[in-house]
Every structure is written in C-alpha cells, then in structure tokens.
C-alpha cells in the first residue's frame, strides 16, 4: 500500500495559526480547501499558495452552527479529499458560571460536533476511494495538551480536546488494518491568537512555546507513524507526570497558574 502524499486536503480553521502553517507545510502537489470564518484571511492565503496546476479553494464557513458545517461536509464531498485536517478550535478563560452560554456551548459545537461531524461524513469515501487507489488517506485532530488533565478556568475547552484526543485514539484502532491514518496531536502553548481570542489576561504560560509551523511539521511527519503526537519535550514530559500522577494532585497548582488567566482576578 503506497504512502506518498495525499492529494487533497481539506483543513479547518485555516484562516491563521496552526490551520494556515498546515496549509504552507504540505507538499505543493497538494491541493487544498480552505474553510474558515475570516474571508479576507482565507483568499490572502489562496492567493500565497496557489501554483498553476494546483487547486486551492475557499469556503468562508461557521462550524459553531449547523448551517456551517452543513457547508463544509457538501463542499469536502465534492472535493473528495485524502486528508482530513480538524483543526478549528475556540476557547475561553474563566469561571463556567461566569462565561457566556453562548460562548460555552459554541466551543462544543465547534471542538466536539464539527469534527465528529465531519469526520463521520467524509471517512467512508475517504477509505473506499484509498481501498479503490491503494494509497493511504489520513485524518488528523488537532487536540491539545490540556487534554491530559482537568484545567479550572479553562474546563470546557480541556474537556473538548480531551473529547478529541481520545476519539482520535478510538477512531485509530478502529481502522487499524484499513488504509487510512488517524493522529491526534496535542500542541502546548503556540504562537497563535488563542489566548487573545480566548479573553486571558495575560498571554500563554512558560517560556515552552512553540511555532504553528512545528506543530504542522511535526504532525506531518507522525501521520501513519503513531496514532498520538505532543508536541515538545516539555510537553511530553508534563504529559506523563499527568498520567502517573495520583487523580487531583496537579490540580490545585494548575488551578492557581490558570486563574491568573482570568481577567479581573
């Protein structure tokens, strides 16, 4: 079974960060659509990576509802791509009695539903057409360290990305004898507009903050290698202590270190 590059992937949340250096990073034989809720930011980056003979396109869309992800399922089915990318994500520091309901419930919509939505949607001919091809085809969630452990002030968005990892994880060993590749990757603090986007007070945590082009880089690299990648080795190492640690004992620090993250207190 060949494992050369896909052909086309379909990335979520490609306006900027993480999504966009997944879109700069994969091979220019690659063709791509782009979805997202900023027009301006996807056709600038249409624009910087579109070649002749390579496909790049559009669709401004909102996964939050249903109207959007309705969209990105009917636009990736005409696309037919070998390359699942969910990586658009929302999250929000603060109290979950004092965050907006809108905001709480939208970051389950956007970090659980879109993905499990979508992914549901595309996977059987993404696997019949790599079965017909005899190549691999991939899914890749962007999940998140803060799925290792509960985080006060962020709780919602950790128990998200948890969600995301360990479907991942299922959906892995699920098609472990089928042509097709799962990976969860679980970034730490990123240059991105997270945190900002998120209302912290202040900005990530630690000096162990990576680019979003290593964190592409890197996945790249894991699909169809491992079903799990954390990105650095600071975040490795934080990963185990979380896993061998006795339940509640990292949570009183971490509830400490978060709050600071919480404007107005």
Do not use: W
Not at 170 to 183: I, M, T
Not at 188 to 212: I, K, M
């Amino acid at each position: 079974m060949s494992r050369t590059s896909h052909r086309r992937a379909l990335i979520t949340g490609a306006s900027s960060g993480i999504g966009s250096a997944f879109a700069r990073t994969l091979p220019e034989a690659c063709d791509l659509l782009l979805t997202g809720r900023n027009a301006e930011a996807l056709e600038r980056l249409a624009g910087e990576l579109a070649r002749d003979g390579r496909a790049v396109k559009t669709l401004v869309a909102d996964l939050a509802g249903d109207k959007g992800r309705t969209a990105v399922v009917a636009a990736g089915q005409d696309f037919a791509p070998d390359l699942l990318i969910n990586n658009a994500g929302l999250g929000a520091f603060g109290r979950v009695q004092d965050n907006d309901p809108a905001v709480e419930r939208a970051m389950v919509e956007v970090n659980v539903v879109a993905p499990t939505v979508l992914t549901r949607a595309l996977l059987p001919d993404m696997l019949a057409q790599a079965r017909s091809e005899r190549r691999r085809a991939g899914v890749i969630l962007v999940a998140s360290t803060a799925a290792f452990q509960p985080l006060p002030y962020l709780s919602t968005y950790a128990a998200t990305k948890a969600f995301d990892h360990f479907y991942a994880l299922g959906l892995a060993s699920e098609l472990e004898h089928e042509p097709l590749d799962v990976l969860s990757v679980c970034p730490g603090p990123t240059e991105t507009a997270f945190f900002e986007r998120a209302g912290s007070a202040r900005g990530p945590l630690g000096p162990a903050v990576d680019r979003p082009e290593t964190v592409a880089r890197q996945a790249l690299a894991a699909l169809g290698r491992q079903d799990s990648v954390t990105i650095g080795a600071g975040n490795r190492a934080y990963r185990m202590l979380a896993k061998l640690a006795p339940d509640g004992l990292l949570r009183g620090p971490t509830r400490r270190a978060l709050r600071r993250n919480v404007k107005g207190r």
